[in-house]
């Protein structure tokens, strides 16, 4: 493209080593170490003081709720505090006493700041005030928020189309935040809405909703007590979801059983000292995982159409392995199901999913003799191709066995963002909801579009391709989350002009539009006050309980605007006047915003009151056995593909995954502590048999290369470390690894990119 800005910026990044250290992978997750890790950062980034007094209000009644996952709380929270080691780095990193101020932005330029990595971007501080980046600039300069708000309502007004707005929201906004946001952007014309969900759960979203009739799972946390068995597939909540382990402890205390089904043997799925209890400090932990399913990368429809059949041959003799009365109330394509799994052979699957068979048979013998059964997932089950599928597949063994709708089962995809869930209920999503829209009619008076407007991955083409002009960012770092690193770079600095509403400094302020903005918000953790009264938003959990957050500690700067309230005068500059809805009033109300929810949202009355102690859960049709709004008023079994993988001899299927050390493109440290890798980023995990086949040692530098459509994709220097990994497979972190996704795969119906199945192959780097 000839006209973008002439700026020099590296999109990438350095590719340098940091200095790497192995040690061997943690036996146990949590326990001590967890909660000196944890203090070491809140410390080090806030002061001990100010630490301690913050952490005693996270996820309690009157506190804050933790801005890191939507694990729920549970009712009554752990005197030691109810709080995980990432939630801590997480509160670390939004309350740190580090400030980006027009001093910092005055002595880098964009393009300086483009050749450090994430994580130092990222360590520079909280924004304390607006800034702009002129389009014939390289250095960031101060700019008042009424100047800001008139700048963006100028370029939107520019627009040949609604259309050409994209507006993106991550997972961290409050309801009242989100509802603000949607409702201004149907205002203003467009559902291009993508939002991080479209990275995420969106498969379990599309494969839920089509097969239960709502896009969310069914279990409460007291399920977790009651269940006899707990599947956890394509997740690590050692990790990603800490607090999650107490609920798998709890339920195996009460004797249930845990399966896990995952490529890598997870720390904390193994054994889990929980740091909030005297006895799990000191003792040497609970075992989680009764059985590990070693599965290979993306063969989980596989491996468990190989359990349904082998289910099938058990019900068959014993009559009653299957939920019979379930399946003829509730049920429709039972018979298609049981046809389907004879169209594959038992060695086929077997082979395909690479799993022992002993140990398929003892899963096998578990789930014939159970029906309290919940199946969790996330991240390794929504990205892929038939990312879809692998949910559906899921949803037909917990149909089976009568397992949805009743105390101990049920369907729980483990949510990533801590209101992820939340920004979905209240209308962020580039669908259209045709009841949502009347209600929208209704309540203020205007017409919402009915064309269904873009997701990520079409957002970033249309940028590309110049069909959309504007981007607004209401969190997130959308350059680096996003897939296909460079092209999303183009596709932004295609833009005219880029927004973004953040609390830290991160690498889509450095890639940007030909003008851009960042405009400073306050973190959920701190106080939010108007006229001297504090306020307090709503949040929902991965359970789809609502409830209220309430922050605490003094703003880092004065000069910080709540989201609703930039929102409100974004919206207020933009009508001047000139539209139904009074969006400055809304913006600075949040009582307001809250009936308009009322009004607007179902499920939601009497939010004011009800959103009080532990919250309110909102209507779930799977709970109540109700599935009118589906065929035939019936919940769908569903006929899935195995998944096609046309891996040529020498190519790898890479999985890109988290480290214990960061908070999706938020990196916190360097140290993967339960995978064993310490000061290091740069890594591939390989199978020993793999690197002798190619004559790779330990800390061999290699280069992946994935090669879609002709086009060659290349990460650049990694760190060869041998793992117990399958075979053929590969791991490395996001974002460094994310230039090898091509933007346009991604898994049929809900246009999730494929990140967990990457084709690449691997390059010897001659040191
Ligand atoms: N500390 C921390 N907490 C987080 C986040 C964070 O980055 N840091 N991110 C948040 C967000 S937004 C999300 S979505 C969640 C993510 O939570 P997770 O989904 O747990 O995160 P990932 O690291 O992507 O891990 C995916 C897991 O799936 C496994 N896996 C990969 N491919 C397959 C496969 O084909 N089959 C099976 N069975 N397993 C597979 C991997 O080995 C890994 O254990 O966590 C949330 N919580
Ligand atoms: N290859 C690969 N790519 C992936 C994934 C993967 O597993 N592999 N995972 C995907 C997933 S699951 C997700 S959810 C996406 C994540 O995509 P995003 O949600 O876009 O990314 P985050 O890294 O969570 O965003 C962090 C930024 O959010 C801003 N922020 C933090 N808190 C707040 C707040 O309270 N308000 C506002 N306004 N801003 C705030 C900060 O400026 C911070 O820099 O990435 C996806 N990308
Ligand atoms: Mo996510």
């Known amino acids: 493209m000839s006209d973008i800005t002439k700026r020099n910026i590296s999109v990438v990044g350095p590719t340098e080593f940091t200095g790497i250290k192995l040690k061997d992978p943690a036996e146990y997750a949590a326990g001590i170490p967890a909660v000196k890790v944890a203090l070491q950062h809140a410390f080090k980034e806030m002061g001990v003081v100010k630490s301690l007094h913050t952490l005693s209000y996270m996820n309690q009644k009157d506190g804050f709720d933790c801005p890191g996952c939507a694990w729920p709380d549970p009712e009554k929270p752990s005197k030691l505090g109810e709080y995980c080691e990432n939630g801590v780095k997480a509160l670390a990193e939004e309350a740190t006493n580090k400030k980006v101020g027009k001093g910092f932005f005055a002595k880098y330029s964009v393009e300086e700041l483009s050749n450090w990595s994430d994580y130092q971007i990222g360590k520079s501080g909280r924004l304390t005030e607006p800034m702009i980046l002129k389009a014939d600039s390289v250095y960031y300069e101060p700019i008042s928020w009424g100047d800001a708000y008139q700048l963006i309502a100028k370029e939107l007004h520019k627009l040949d189309t609604p259309n050409e707005g994209v507006f993106y929201t991550s997972g961290r906004s409050s309801n009242e935040a989100a509802f603000l946001y949607g409702l201004f952007v149907r205002a203003f014309g467009t559902n291009n809405m993508p939002d991080c969900s479209n990275m995420c759960h969106e498969s379990s979203g599309v494969a839920l909703s089509e097969t239960l009739g709502i896009g969310k799972g069914s279990v409460k946390l007291e399920d977790f007590d009651q269940a006899e068995v707990i599947i956890v597939m394509g997740q690590n909540p050692g990790t990603n979801h800490p607090r999650m382990l107490s609920a798998l402890q709890k339920c195996k205390e009460n004797g249930g059983q845990i399966i896990s089904i995952n490529p890598l043997e997870e720390a904390g799925l193994i054994r889990f000292k929980n740091p909030q209890e005297v006895k799990g400090v000191l003792s040497s932990g609970t075992s989680i995982t009764d059985i590990h399913l070693q599965v290979k990368i993306n063969q989980d429809v596989s491996l468990l159409k190989l359990i349904i059949k082998k289910l099938k041959v058990l019900d068959q003799e014993r009559g009653n392995v299957f939920d019979h009365k379930f399946i003829d109330t509730y049920t429709q394509g039972y018979e298609d199901v049981l046809k389907d799994v004879e169209k594959h052979s038992q060695e086929d699957l077997l082979a395909l999913c690479g799993v022992e068979e002993d140990k398929i048979d003892d899963v096998v013998e578990l789930l014939a003799n159970n029906d309290k059964i919940i199946i969790c997932w996330a991240m390794g089950l929504t990205q892929h191709k038939n990312g879809v599928d692998n949910i559906k597949e899921c949803v037909n063994l917990l149909l089976l066995k009568g397992s949805l709708g009743k105390p101990g089962a049920g369907t729980c995809p483990v949510r990533g963002h801590s209101n992820v869930q939340g920004d979905r209920t209240v209308g962020i999503m580039h669908h259209v909801s045709p009841a949502l829209n009347e209600s929208i009619q209704k309540t203020f008076g205007f017409n919402p579009p009915d064309k269904e407007g873009l997701d990520t991955v079409h957002a970033i083409e249309a940028m590309y391709e110049g069909k ?218 390989m199978n020993k048999k793999d690197m002798n086949k190619y004559a790779l040692k330990k800390l061999d530098v290699v280069n992946l290369i994935s090669c879609y459509d002709n086009k060659e994709r290349k990460a650049f220097n990694f760190l060869v470390i041998p793992y117990n990994i399958p075979q053929g497979n590969l791991a490395s972190y996001f974002p460094e690894t994310n230039v090898l996704v091509p933007y346009n795969h991604f898994a049929d119906k809900s246009h999730t990119p494929i990140s967990k199945s990457i084709v690449v192959t691997v390059e010897k780097v001659n040191s």
């Open 468 to 685: 959309a002009k504007v981007f607004i960012a209401l969190g997130g770092n959308f350059l680096s989350a996003a897939a296909d690193t460079e092209y999303t770079a183009q596709a932004l600095q295609n833009c005219n002009l880029t927004v973004n509403i953040s609390t830290k400094l991160n690498r889509t302020h450095v890639v940007t539009g030909k003008t851009a903005l960042i405009l400073p918000t306050l973190g959920r953790s701190e106080l939010d006050e108007k006229n001297s009264k504090p306020r307090f938003f709503t949040v929902e959990n991965s359970m789809g309980k609502v409830h209220r957050s309430k922050g605490l500690l003094k703003p880092v700067s004065d000069t910080l605007k709540s989201e609703p309230e930039i929102i409100g005068r974004i919206a207020d500059t933009y009508f001047k006047g000139n539209h139904p809805v009074d969006w400055k009033n809304l913006g600075e109300d949040y009582e307001l915003i809250r009936k308009k929810i009322e009004l607007t949202i179902k499920g939601f009355k009497d939010l004011n009151q009800k959103s009080q102690g532990s919250g309110f859960y909102l209507p779930n049709n799977v709970r109540d056995l109700d599935f009118s709004k589906l065929p035939n008023q019936k919940a769908q079994f569903s006929i899935c593909d195995l998944p096609k993988h046309l891996v040529k001899e020498n190519e790898f299927i890479l999985m890109t995954i988290r480290s214990h050390d960061q908070f999706n493109t938020t990196i916190y440290g360097l140290d993967d502590r339960y995978r064993g890798i310490y000061n290091e980023r740069r890594i591939v995990l």
